[in-house]
């Protein structure tokens, strides 16, 4: 009877399990055959196990890759833990892991397509549409037209708000250079544009270009689960681009990163020395016409001139005198952006090592305008140092016309000079140990907000022109 009694609680115990979990699909019988058929051939059938996915758990900004054998193709996410296994048949790892853990319903990564394992039959649901939606974000010509004018209030999983195109970037470890060059790139129109459509680079085969263009897609998408995502894939992809030149947990100057990824996309999406054959070049390539005196010759002599292109203008700021005030403290001077811009008035001489004397003047603006105000120099032990002077520069209507020596044609066209600002990048901090964090405008709501890795906050434009600005860029497509 003592045995008797055991054996009728382990099946009431049975009993209760099998009611606690979801019912697996039994065979049915098809009516009039005979013939055995799933349940999930029936029509109006619904996975029983959709319930469980955890949205919470779920993340896929990192490398698409088994979290057991490391490899990185045929990739699906366990919808109800986040973890990464690799294939769905019988012994693989997602097969292994729905019998071992209970966990049934994966999604591949590669092209959202769902299952349920271990039967593995396809889950075609709307309730997916979401997880989706976040793994591949979709855009079309007719909503990225309504990103600058429009604002988009989105809500997370965890209940936080966030607007698409304000999305804060995870610090993975000294990489602030990356996110805040991503950040401005991300809202100069036509490269934005560009990389929110897949299409415009299918053929292309860099995974830099992809994961450029899959970062930015996120940045503006209104799927997001949260309001931050990682660039992760960006930067693995940086890392092999550039031979580990840029990496994770090595700070780096933005300014250097921003120099070779605009090369290096500009290249990797066909580009040549031909002007305009890059969406980088119809954005930012501009031209400057460069008169060379040669030593010991008069500074009013003709000189030798060339026209040679540019992505980015770069500026030289002013040595900080070394006085104190009053109360022994350093004063930090001051100097206007158009102090520094005489650089390019086509009259100012620079000096260079050799002697030789040179003049500067643009020939072609860009519609973006890239300036580069050069804080750091290495002195003669080969240490960095940073030039604290502050730069002060107008939000709207920097006037290049004093700058600029336009040609007939674009004379004739009313070709614009003034340039509003779009995104400032600013270093806080000693040269080798500080951060960076960037300033943008959002003209969906025509407002600034200060973006520093996860952080997004509004912010006064008063106090974005008195700060140690050291990347601007700018916007000659506006209006006035």
């Known amino acids: 009877s003592a045995g008797w009694s055991r054996a009728s609680a382990g099946a009431a115990v049975t009993r209760r399990a099998r009611q606690a979990a979801p019912a697996a699909p039994e065979e049915v019988m098809s009516e009039g055959r005979g013939l055995k058929r799933k349940p999930w051939e029936e029509e109006g059938f619904r996975c029983p196990y959709l319930d469980t996915i955890n ?3 779920l993340d ?13 193709f045929n990739v699906y996410a366990c919808l109800v833990c986040g973890k990464y296994f690799q294939g769905r048949g019988k012994h693989t790892q997602a097969y ?18 769902t299952y349920c394992l271990p039967d593995g039959y396809e889950v075609v649901d709307s309730s ?5 939606a976040m793994l591949d974000p979709e855009f079309t010509k007719s909503n990225i037209s309504t990103l600058d004018t429009k604002p988009v209030y989105a809500r997370g999983v965890d209940g936080s708000d966030y607007m698409p195109g304000l999305i804060g970037l995870n610090n993975i470890k000294n990489t602030d250079f990356v996110n805040v060059i991503v950040q401005s790139l991300a809202r100069v129109p036509p490269v934005r544009d560009f990389f929110l459509l897949p299409a415009n680079y299918a053929s292309v085969k860099s995974p830099l270009v992809k994961e450029f263009g899959a970062l930015i897609r996120k ?4 799927h997001n689960f949260k309001g931050q995502v990682s660039p992760h894939e960006l930067l693995q992809a940086v890392m092999h681009a550039s031979g580990n030149r840029f990496k994770i947990g090595e700070q780096s100057d933005p300014m250097d990163f921003l120099a070779w990824l605009l090369n290096a996309l500009h290249t990797a999406l066909g580009g040549t020395k031909k002007p305009g054959s890059s969406v980088i070049q119809r954005a930012f390539q501009g031209f400057v016409r460069v008169t060379t005196v040669s030593a010991g010759e008069d500074e009013e002599s003709a000189g030798e001139s060339r026209e040679i292109p540019f992505l980015y203008l770069t500026v030289d700021v002013p040595s900080a005198p070394l006085f104190k005030d009053a109360l022994e403290r350093n004063i930090i001077p001051q100097v206007p952006l158009f102090a520094l811009l005489t650089k390019f008035d086509g009259q100012t001489c620079q000096e260079m090592m050799n002697g030789d004397k040179r ?9 973006y305008l890239i300036v580069h105000i050069k804080r750091f120099s290495k002195n003669t032990q080969q240490f960095v140092e940073k030039n604290p002077t ?3 520069f107008p939000v709207r209507n920097l006037e290049l016309g004093n700058y600029t020596e336009l040609s007939e044609e674009d004379k004739q066209k009313g070709v614009n000079t003034k340039f509003h600002l779009m995104s400032s990048v600013q270093h806080d901090g000693a040269p080798d140990t500080g951060s960076y964090r960037a300033f943008v405008h959002f003209k969906a709501n025509d407002q600034w907000y200060e973006l520093q890795d996860l952080h997004c906050n509004g ?18 497509c506006a209006k006035a």
């Open 459 to 476: 912010v006064h434009p008063q106090l974005i022109s008195v700060s140690e600005s050291y990347i601007q860029f700018y916007d000659g």
């Open 60 to 72: 896929f900004d990192f490398e698409k890759a088994c979290s057991v054998t490391g490899n990185n």
């Open 390 to 392: 502050i730069v002060n």
């Open 55 to 57: 949205r919470m758990v």
């Open 219 to 222: 940045i503006w998408s209104p």
């Open 96 to 113: 292994t892991h729905a019998l071992q853990e209970g966990h049934h319903v994966y999604m591949n990564l590669q092209d959202g397509r």
């Open 359 to 367: 003049k500067y003047v643009i020939t072609k603006l860009p519609p």
């Open 128 to 132: 997916l549409k979401d997880i989706q």
